[in-house]
């Protein structure tokens, strides 16, 4: 009988990221900005 090893990499950790405060306030200001989707400012 042969066992088979298999290798799991965990490659994101699911945490969540911290912004400060002004960094809130920015990512809010420039989603209000012209007529970008909401969707385009999560991506950056």
């Known amino acids: 009988m042969v066992d ?3 290798r799991l ?3 994101e950790t699911g945490r969540r990221r911290q912004f400060s405060d002004a960094e809130k306030v920015r990512i809010v200001e420039e989603s209000f900005v012209g007529s ?3 969707s385009a400012t999560a991506r950056r």
Do not use: H, T
Request: net charge positive.
């Open 36 to 38: 970008r989707q909401a």
């Open 4 to 6: 088979k090893v298999m």
């Open 9 to 11: 990499e965990i490659v």
